[in-house]
């Protein structure tokens, strides 16, 4: 069955960095574009970048732009997020996505979440 597994989430403070890894299975990878989307406690899931099956495409929140970095392994199966110059308003639970439209709407398959906690 399909399964999104993410991980590297964590406390940081703010200003400091993490990368985010989505370990895919289930279908094939390298033919589905791969997003990030987050949700903060009390507010809907926003998109927060995405980039298409080849990795030819990239495409950020403006939140996320200058400081986060979307990118792909398609020989590991996994989709990364490096977060730079991370903020309190960061704090989120970051879902991995797939889909086979290139755009800030999400695709149908879904990660569990990992939890990202910026402190002031």
């Known amino acids: 069955q399909v399964q999104l597994v993410e991980s590297g989430g964590g406390l940081v403070q703010a200003g400091g960095s993490l990368r985010l890894s989505c370990a895919a299975s289930?279908?094939?990878?390298?033919?589905?574009?791969m997003g990030w989307f987050r949700q903060a406690p009390g507010k809907e899931r926003e998109f927060v970048a995405v980039i298409s099956w080849s990795s030819a495409s990239t495409r950020y929140a403006d939140s996320a732009k200058d400081r986060f970095t979307i990118s792909r392994d398609n020989a590991k199966n996994t989709v990364y997020l490096q977060m730079n110059s991370l903020k309190p308003e960061d704090t989120a639970v970051y879902y991995c996505?797939?889909?086979?439209?290139?755009?800030?709407?999400?695709?149908?398959?879904w990660g569990q979440g990992t939890q990202v906690t910026v402190s002031s």
């Open positions: 996505n797939a889909g086979d439209s290139f755009g800030v709407r999400p695709g149908v398959y």
């Open positions: 289930g279908f094939t990878f390298s033919s589905y574009n």
